[in-house]
């Protein structure tokens, strides 16, 4: 008996070495650790990452985002001053220069009040891909605003404005909608950049559906005109929450370049609040059976573990007698 | 026509037509096996009932799954995971249970190995095992390709690579194993038919094999001692069961069986429920893309130690490397020249040769799994080159070996 | 001491069962018609581009579904043998809507107009314009699908009022 439990024990102890080298030793090898910033959008990253010249303009930049906190915003005036983002931030907006502007409903709510100020300060900068505009970052599809809404009081108001009445309760399924569905599409959720997919009929006599042909042949042209802006087609989300680790897409989406250096895709700005939500929206459509894992687990194992004690009862009565 | 008497009951009606009492004694009450076993015996049924584990989770996951280039990703990723009742189920079992199966199965086979169980008279068992670790390769590889995922495709591009043979330059026979120039519709099609259909119908043949191999050598015991079933067999039947030196397999051998894989099925499940990304990779949850190879390639944990083997040596010597290491196994009970049936510990040399081969296949294992730069690479390098040290020294150290 | 082991033994064997008997509830489950396929099973057909004695088919749950505008003759027929039940009344209008597969053995029936009736080819049953079968072999009329009267569409799959009291009073089964 001692002399089995000895064998059960070298057994074991070598397939956990063997488990440890391949998986967690190997994957700390393959992806160095990145550090997060818990949400906080205060440039500290932005500024380490920079290449020398970029250092003193990026230090610049997120101290005048700071400055600009300390002022007290006025909702009523910068509700005023909002009007002016309407006309291309609207539902059903047209693509512009290769992106569709976001919905601003629930902006107030997912989105950091710095990360905001810089936004309108200067998107190209605030959402840290001012390296993909070499010829400066006016020339950002929303690089106009910086002539339309610079005072910094003016930007305090605006961010006053969404933060206290663009901020109400918002779905999963809208978080992900609002901040990221203009350019990744969801097709598990039926999303795709341009919104739900419709419900069509198809003509019985054909069997053909033209509706759905219409639909998908504009999902294509905006697919093409984001691709050929970005560089190639944001990845369809719907499975990325098995496709990547809880911490790769935590500092992935606070600040794309930490993970992906080079890379298009703008910082969300989201709060960490906000940034739940979505996970919570696609832990939805890329693990939909984690909650009947949880649920039927337990009783399995259960059922094992009796099966195990009745079953070693069952060898004890053959074996009694035998030695 | 045989002659036939009324029957008083059903066992004796169907005893009168197909020998059912014969094949109970023969396979289960009279089939005897050696009583000085530990739970390391009980790998084989455990294999079995994880080999079944595998076709039946397989069964439900062929009904719902499509093996079409553009849809086999979301066939099994969404209609299979989050639409099929206990989909997800199926397909965390039979994830789970691929990568399991080839644990039991080298411990199985490191048991054999340590016990002296492939030597005079057992090698044909040794061989059909042997046959049988290459059929389950091939089957879990062409599994691989099915959910059709960013790994499925780059290990099935490199892999079908290998058979350009190096400087041979055979693209032809690449292209002609794909049935195209790259992995698409045609190999996704015919690994399919491999998988679900060919592989398991050899698998099964090759297990009958290897149990009918069993019959005439009988099974080992921790001693390596020559027993005489005859008369022990006799001892049992008399009642003497502390005398005899054997069991039968119906009761008695099952039910310690059955306990070990009571323990087994309980960190089976618990891997399925609570802890399976070690069998299904993130990775693989990209859909395929032929434009773009992944920062990290690598094949499941269990072909590790001989993809690390191809991996330092340049490319033809590397080739012929990974090709001797495939089936240089197969030679060992006529590479072991000593004539001794007994446990590792008890022949000198060859214990220590046993611990090195283990150790050296979990080096090997490592560093096939880590990029190949740095110091990865030079220890990948003397871990390779030991392999066929240690295999050349065997026959060496055996001859000299006491016998016992 | 043998007791003891068979005791031990069938108790195992009996839990396993247990073990078993869930084993086959999910693969049960995992044989059940997916989500998306029960979803689907809700068609919403427009009537009111139908025409008088011409025959529409439309599709519901993967079958054929036949749409029979009555003209003011048909329904005096159906006023007088008493199959005015079988009819669908949306304002002033009457119409037929079954299933168009033949209840003997599933083929789908033909329609003439001329002389107002379906003749299945398969056996050679016939039903007049009501759907009421007319001739053996079929055992019953043309059965007709769970609707709801959603002004002038119907929705095929979801039970109204008016379909629930064709069923209690025999004019169809379920379907």
């Not at chain 2, 069964?59 to 209609?79: C, G, K």
Request: aromatic share 12%; glycine share 8%.
């Amino acid at each position: 008996m001692n002399k089995e439990l000895k064998i059960l024990g070298i057994v074991a102890a070598f397939t956990l070495v063997l488990y440890w080298g391949v998986e967690p030793f190997a994957h700390s090898q393959m992806h160095k650790h990145v550090e997060g910033h818990n949400f906080v959008y205060d440039g500290t990253a932005d500024v380490e990452e920079a290449s020398k010249e970029k250092k003193e303009a990026k230090k610049k930049f997120w101290s005048e985002v700071k400055e600009i906190a300390k002022l007290k915003g006025d909702p009523v005036a910068g509700e005023a001053t909002f009007a002016m983002c309407t006309g291309c931030h609207m539902n059903g907006a047209a693509n512009m220069g290769g992106v569709t502007p976001p919905s601003l409903d629930h902006a107030g709510a997912i989105y950091d009040k710095n990360f905001l100020i810089a936004l309108i300060k200067d998107p190209a900068m605030a959402t840290n891909v001012d390296h993909k505009y070499p010829n400066g970052t006016m020339t950002h599809p929303m690089g106009s605003i910086s002539s339309m809404v610079s005072n910094p009081q003016d930007i305090a108001n605006v961010v006053a404005y969404l933060k206290a009445k663009k901020a109400g309760e918002i779905a999963p399924k809208e978080a992900f909608i609002e901040a990221c569905s203009r350019c990744h599409a969801n097709r598990y959720g039926k999303l795709t950049q341009l919104g739900e997919i419709p419900k069509t009929k198809s003509n019985i006599k054909t069997g053909q559906d033209i509706d759905r042909m219409k639909y998908d042949q504009k999902v294509a042209e905006e697919q093409n005109a984001l691709a050929d802006y970005l560089g190639k087609l944001p990845p369809d989300l719907s499975i990325i929450s098995r496709a990547r680790s809880e911490h790769f897409l935590e500092t992935f989406v606070e600040n794309p370049q930490s993970q992906l250096p080079g890379t298009a895709m703008p910082r969300v700005g989201l709060t960490k609040e906000g940034y739940e939500k979505v996970m919570e929206y696609l832990n939805e459509t890329g693990d939909p059976s984690a909650p009947a894992r949880a649920m039927v687990g337990p009783w399995v194992l259960g059922f094992f573990v009796i099966f195990t004690i009745l079953a070693y009862l069952w060898k004890q009565s053959q074996w009694r007698d035998l030695h | 026509m045989a002659h036939f008497e009324k029957a008083n009951s059903l066992n004796e009606w169907l005893d009168q037509r197909i020998g059912i009492n014969t094949l109970k004694k023969v396979m289960q009450s009279e089939y005897w096996i050696p009583k000085n076993i530990n739970f390391l015996w009980a790998m084989g049924m455990v294999l079995a009932a994880t080999f079944g584990i595998l076709l039946v989770s397989g069964i439900f996951l062929l009904m719902y799954y499509n093996p079409s280039t553009d849809l086999a990703f979301d066939s099994v990723n969404y209609t299979i995971m989050t639409e099929v009742g206990y989909g997800w189920l199926w397909r965390h079992i039979h994830g789970v249970g691929a990568s399991l199966v080839f644990l039991i199965i080298y411990i199985h086979m490191f048991t054999g190995i340590y016990y002296g169980s492939y030597k005079r008279g057992r090698e044909l068992i040794w061989i059909s095992g042997m046959l049988l670790f290459v059929l389950f390769s091939a089957e879990a590889f062409s599994g691989y390709m099915l959910p059709w995922g960013q790994m499925s495709y780059w290990a099935g591009m490199v892999i079908t690579n290998l058979f350009s043979g190096g400087s041979l330059h055979a693209d032809g026979l690449v292209e002609w194993i794909r049935g195209d120039y790259v992995p698409g519709q045609a190999f996704l099609g015919r690994f399919f038919m491999l998988h679900v259909l060919l592989m398991p119908l050899a698998i099964i043949g090759a297990i009958v094999f290897h149990f009918g191999t069993l019959r005439l050598p009988h099974v080992n015991n921790q001693d390596g001692e020559e027993i005489d079933f005859e008369e022990s067999a006799r001892l049992w039947k008399e009642g003497k069961v502390k005398e005899s030196k054997v069991i039968p397999f119906s009761p008695v051998f099952l039910s310690k069986d059955v306990f070990v894989m009571g323990v087994y099925f309980i960190l089976f499940f618990y891997l399925v429920f609570y802890h399976f990304e070690f069998a299904m990779d993130p990775v693989n949850f990209d859909p395929a893309d032929g434009l773009k190879t992944p920062t990290h390639i690598y094949p499941e944990w269990y072909f590790l130690w001989s993809y690390e083997i191809l991996r330092p040596f340049p490319t033809d010597p590397g080739l012929v490397a990974f090709a001797i290491a495939q089936v240089i196994f197969f030679l060992l009970p006529f590479l072991d020249r000593s004539p001794n049936v007994a446990p590792a510990s008890r022949r000198g040399l060859f214990h220590f040769w046993f611990w090195a081969l283990l150790i050296d296949m979990i080096v090997l294992t490592f560093m096939g799994k880590l990029p190949p730069e740095g110091i990865w690479s030079t220890i990948g390098l003397v871990a390779a080159i030991t392999f066929f040290v240690l295999w050349i020294a065997l026959p060496i150290i055996t001859k000299f070996e006491k016998k016992l | 001491m043998s007791n003891r082991r068979d005791f031990m033994g069938m108790a195992l064997g009996g839990f396993t069962a247990l073990g078993g008997i869930g084993a086959l509830y999910a693969m049960k489950r995992t044989w059940d018609p997916l989500p998306s396929v029960k979803a689907a099973g809700f068609t919403t057909i427009d009537l009111k581009d139908a025409q008088e004695n011409i025959l529409v088919t439309e599709k519901w749950r993967g079958k054929p579904i036949f749409v029979l505008k009555q003209s003011k003759e048909m329904v005096e027929k159906a006023k007088k043998s008493d199959e005015l039940k079988r009819l669908i009344k949306i304002g002033d209008e009457y119409y037929m809507v079954a299933v168009g597969l033949c209840t003997h053995l599933g083929c789908i029936p033909g329609y003439d107009p001329a002389n107002e009736s379906f003749l299945c080819a398969c056996h050679g049953g016939m039903y007049d314009g009501t759907a009421m079968v007319t001739k053996a072999p079929p055992p019953r009329g043309l059965d007709i699908p769970p609707f709801r009267i959603d002004g002038t569409k119907l929705v095929l799959g979801e039970e109204g009022p008016e379909y629930k009291k064709m069923l209690a009073d025999g004019t169809t089964m379920k379907v």
